[in-house]
């Protein structure tokens, strides 16, 4: 039976495995995308995560597919079943801007209106069950983000809101405006979070127990990297290959984040910790992210049915104190590997 979670003070009962959809639509098509989604439905999952922004990379050509992709296998489905979350993209002021609304995007009213009648249309639904802001806004006032995102929970649109990308104070001053104003708090943060990435417990872990909010980590594989495919095959297919050979350096940026002589050491020993267990790599990963009580549910990816099993089986696998200490090590002996 299903150990459900809720996220944050509300009544969204979550599945602790939630299934991102970044990919599909881009290297995965509809077909692949539907095997996927009804692969993870039959395993108990019900709560699926995308935006208006994906696939990715965003490319003018196909930004909305993937909401286009989910929304047709939402009609297949109960509807009452799914608890399903999307985003409006962030503000072109943030770290690159998007292909969207003409790369004018604002976490401003006029966006946030616009982003949620194509999110509902694409999606063949009324509702969004977790409506997320993807990135923060540097120029418009949260007091007029939060206006506009408590409209959207107070007209039906949206169950619930949250955030991502965000941090320890701007997810506290938002949740303190809508306080002070009555409106609708964020109940989720979705922030990068992984065994090679620990800096959400230096600061966000107190806002959260605290301000009851929840943490929806992704990248829990740390694109990939835990899967100890990089330490295999240095040149081997995957995201981060292609971004070392970008012409941008944001991008070579990113790939040198992920992809480095301490992110492959440390890879090595959760490797073998893994190995001892007699489990994937990838199962030790994700059952060390949803481990944690300020946890609600992680968001996984997959490209196949395989790799999407070695997710599934950290559904019923709780870490042993020793296990869990195992990892600390490694992180205490191999600091912030991604920086």
């Known amino acids: 039976m299903m150990n459900f979670r809720y996220i944050g003070r509300t009544g969204l009962r979550v599945s602790p495995i939630c299934l991102g959809t970044m990919t599909f639509g881009g290297v995965i098509d509809k077909n ?13 999952i019900n709560f699926y995560d995308t935006a208006e922004v994906y696939p990715v990379p965003p490319m003018v050509e196909n930004v909305g597919r993937t909401e286009a992709i989910v929304g047709e296998w939402l009609k297949t489905k109960d509807r009452d079943s799914v608890i399903l979350a999307t985003k409006v993209v962030g503000a072109a002021s943030g770290w690159f801007v ?5 790369g004018l995007t604002a976490i401003d009213a006029h966006h946030i209106m616009k982003a949620i009648d194509g999110s509902l249309k694409r999606l ?25 995102f408590d409209q959207l929970v107070r007209s039906g649109k949206v169950r619930y809101l949250g955030t991502s990308n965000d941090t320890a104070y701007g997810t506290t ?3 303190m405006i809508c306080q002070r104003y009555g409106y609708k708090r964020f109940e989720s943060i979705q922030n990068n979070f992984s065994l090679l990435n620990r800096r959400f417990q230096d600061e966000m872990v107190v806002m959260c127990r605290e301000e009851k909010i929840s943490l929806l980590p992704y990248s829990p594989m740390a694109g990939g990297v835990l899967s100890g495919k990089y330490n295999k095959n240095p040149q081997v297919s995957g995201r981060f290959t292609s971004y070392a050979a970008s012409p941008e350096q944001r991008i070579r940026n990113m790939a040198n984040r992920f992809v480095n002589s301490k992110t492959l050491a440390a890879t090595a020993r959760y490797m073998a910790i893994a190995a001892d267990l007699g489990i994937a790599p990838a199962t030790l990963a994700i059952a060390w992210s949803k481990q944690f009580d300020y ?9 196949s049915g395989a790799q999407l099993d070695a997710s599934l089986a950290a559904l019923d696998l709780t870490l042993t ?18 920086g």
């Open 32 to 44: 692949a995308a539907f095997a996927i989604l009804d692969k993870a439905y039959d395993a108990g």
């Open 98 to 102: 998007p292909p969207v609304r003409a």
């Open 124 to 148: 063949k639904t009324e509702y969004i069950d977790l409506y997320q802001m993807h990135w923060p806004d540097t120029v418009v006032p949260r007091e007029e983000s939060m206006a506009a």
């Open 173 to 175: 001053k938002s949740n």
């Open 295 to 303: 946890v609600a549910s992680t968001i996984v990816g997959a490209t």
């Open 321 to 338: 104190s020793e296990t869990l200490a195992l990892c600390d090590q490694v992180h205490a002996d191999i600091l912030y590997p991604m």
